[in-house]
């Protein structure tokens, strides 16, 4: 029994069902950016202009630097901001003793996630970002609705016209898309494609080191605490709790964000795509797409519930399928599995990616009639609560 003054884990009745859904879409269109990372080292030492290579992007490259490139880890970032006001309201609602010292255990918790994550499986790690960047979150939970638009306008607007406006002028010195770092390419494929365990490990944290420094930390932190904040206004007006109520609003925003999605998203294309335009459209396109995609769902759902509701089971597990999907990735692509690093093209590792989606909706399914959360998700809250906690179900 839990003390009513103690937290404790939000009931499935209380949840929103069209949020897990949009979890659950996310980690689709996150593993679909984090695939060519996988599979190659284009994405992290190419020129920006092909994850599969150096020549010209070609059309899988196009639809998902569109359609999924910055727009799902802005999701993410949205429902994370989202979600961590609804566990901060749960926990005055229970008039819980200092419900920060909860909130810090639990961001402390995930940081240890992710870092075996990061430095045992893959570079591309997110968690330790939102760990980190949550302790930031936690300083404006309690700001007036004003102090957080101010603060997230000017920490998205202000680097990202910076250093886009810096970009340009280099590119007016030097063809930026020429830029690659054969050294790291040709180390990648000899490691990943044809090391030991030991060579892939030594990889995965020369790539780690390469890709995390204090300045990229600074500059995510200004691209993602601006969608944490968004995330915490709408919990804080409840805008996705009653749809009815808040139709109006809702298909305002779904239209500005859908304009935007289309301005910032694909319109870098009819001007050749050049590289100094990247930081708008990951930003700015990023956000716009991920709301966009966020309030679709939303406004669609009681329109097809069990398609959405078979979604929404990854989208429960969020935290145990983004892990497995690297688990998978790790055994497809490198050597000491299937030994695929770099052997496939862009149509068949997108068709690796929808096919392991599908398992992980049927295992999602499946594992959720039997237990209540996510295997990870359950230790993770094992962990916070301080005690093992029931996971299977009864009756």
Known sequence: MFDLNQPMPLQETKRLPWIDSARGFAILGIFMVNLPSFHGPYFLYGNGQNYWGLGEPGLVHILIDIFFQASFYSLFSFLFGFGMYIIYENLKHRQVEVPYKWLVRRQIILLVIGVLH?????????????????????????????????????????????????????????????????????????HYGAGNIADILQQNLTDWLYSNNLFQFIFITCNILPIFLLGVLFARKKWLHDIQQHKKILHIWWGVSLGLFVIFKAGPYLAGNPIWLQLLQDTIGGISSAVFYLLTITLLYNKAVKFFQYIGCVGKMALSNYIYQSIISFIIFYSVGFSLYGKLTPLQTVLIGLGVYLIQTIVSYWWLKHYQRGPIEWLWRSLLYKKKLANKRTG
């Open 118 to 190: 990061a430095f045992l499986i893959w570079h591309g790690d997110i968690l330790i970002t939102y760990a980190l960047i949550g302790l930031l979150l936690l300083l404006f939970l309690k700001r007036k609705d004003i102090t957080l638009w101010i603060w997230g306008a000017c920490l998205l607007l202000i680097p990202t016209m910076l250093m886009t406006g810096l970009l340009f002028l280099a590119s007016q010195l030097e063809d930026l898309g020429s830029i690659a770092n054969t050294a790291g390419i040709e180390q990648s494929y000899q």
